[in-house]
Each structure stands twice: as C-alpha cells, then as structure tokens.
C-alpha cells in the first residue's frame, strides 16, 4: 500500500520526514522518473531516487534500528557539512549498520552536551515534532547574578520574535558538582551563576534567548538530558556510545506518549 514520500524514506532510515520534505522541495527526488511534489505516495516496490540514485527501500534492509548518544563539543555544528569549514557532529561518527545517521534536534556551536543519533527517521520525527513535549534539560551558566523577579519572568513566560517561551523549571546549582560541566568548560568564576533550566521544546538558541531578553549572557550551556536519556558521566566531550536496548525502549515510549 503506497504511503506519503516523507514516511516512506523516514521508515527505510533514509532521513527524517523534515528533511526528505525539503529533498521534494529542492527537485531532487524523482517516483517512476518523475520529480517528486510533495504529497505524492509510493510504495517500497517503486523506483523513487535521490540525485539520480536509486533507494533502497525494499523489505530485504536489515530492520534493527540504531540509536547513538554522542557528547558534541563546543566548536561543532550540527550539519553534514559547513561552508565555513568547521568541523561537523558527523565526523567522529561510526558508520551506520544500515541506513543513515539523524540528528535528533540541534545544538548551536557554542553549546555542548547530548546529542541523539537513529536510523530510525519515523523515531526522529516523533521526538522533534513540536507537539511532542518532550523535556529538555540543560547545565547553564550566566554573567551575573540574577534577581528573582527574572526567574519569576523565565517561568512565567518571555515573549521572542518567534513566540513566548518559558521554563518548566529552574533550579539553582553549582557546576562544581557536576563533572560534565567540568570536562566542558574551565571552572565558574564568583560574578556568575548557574542553574538547571528544563523546558519542552527546542527553537533555535531558545535557552540563550530567553536569559539575554532578562538582561543575562550564557557563558556556558551543556545540554545534560533529552527525554528520559541523561549524559552519561563517563562519556566525555567527543566521544559516542551506541544506546542499549533498555534506554531505547525507554525514549521509544516517550516518543509514542507525545
């Protein structure tokens, strides 16, 4: 039974549903040899192609997928490639078994933390759809010492160019007592603060433009949690883990409950 072009290749671990939208939008995927539009349906048995080339979209791909954590450094950007020559997330990757790596949302090169790969693009798009839910939560520390109505005003809700945002939490701590931060970063001088921040969406530097709209410049932010996925402690910055079986299972369900 033919399905939308987007979920077709997301299910094959071809690429989210977001990013073979954009393919359709660029021309560059083709059904029977004729430019794709989106809307259009296929099944695993037609000849849909990428660039001229044709995918592999039949029932003999091997069906396991895989999730990776990977700890992205400052001075990373979360893209294939960049104009500017800068080092990307995907090349300390290891090679998929099948398929091809999505990122998992992003993260601005001056952030570091947890970044989650799958092959899995249905999987993917449930965990970055906005209805999703999904919390985030981040290590983060500003130039300053900020007031309490600030903080009042970070979980009420900031109005930004691209709609109001706020805080689920916010919860004072030392990044002394987190190693992570530690690994990242050299140690926190008095003038500044650091707090725990969670919320449930991730707009572009959305962390950063809630504090600089109350008057505070991040200094650092690590992104420790996605869902029910922590950083792990020994992962240092660099460095990848392939998720188990039980965590997998875990942000699966967290996915199908958003």
């Not at 029977?32 to 695993?44: E, F, S």
């Not at 039949?58 to 895989?66: E, I, L, S, V």
């Not at 906005?130 to 109005?159: F, K, M, N, T």
Request: proline share 6%.
């Amino acid at each position: 039974m033919s399905v939308r072009l987007q979920k077709l290749l997301a299910a094959a671990g071809l690429g989210s549903r977001r990013q073979v939208e954009q393919w359709i939008v660029e021309g560059r995927l083709t059904v029977a040899g004729r430019v794709a539009k989106l809307g259009d349906r296929a099944d695993a048995g037609d000849e849909v192609c990428l660039d001229g080339r044709r995918l592999e979209l039949g029932p003999q791909r091997p069906a396991p997928h895989q999730v990776l954590l990977y700890h992205k450094p400052v001075g990373e950007v979360t893209t294939r490639r960049d104009p500017q020559g800068r080092p990307t997330v995907f090349e300390r990757l290891p090679a998929p078994e099948h398929g091809r790596w999505i990122v998992v949302g992003r993260l601005d090169v001056n952030t570091s933390g947890l970044l989650i790969f799958t092959t899995d693009g249905e999987l993917a798009h449930r965990l970055m759809h906005p209805s999703s839910g999904i919390e985030r939560e981040y290590l983060v520390r500003v130039r300053g010492r900020p007031d309490q109505e600030s903080l009042r005003r970070l979980l009420r809700g900031i109005p930004l160019e691209d709609g109001s945002a706020a805080f689920d939490r916010i919860v004072e701590a030392s990044p002394q007592s987190d190693d992570r931060a530690q690994r990242s970063a050299p140690s926190a001088e008095s003038s500044n603060a650091s707090y725990r921040v969670v919320l449930h969406e991730g707009r572009n530097r959305e962390v950063r433009r809630m504090w600089e709209a109350v008057g505070y410049e991040v200094s650092r932010l690590l992104r420790i949690r996605f869902g029910p996925i922590e950083l792990p402690r020994d992962l240092r910055p660099g460095q990848w883990r392939v998720l188990d079986v039980r965590l997998t299972a875990q942000l699966a369900a967290a996915a199908k409950a958003a």
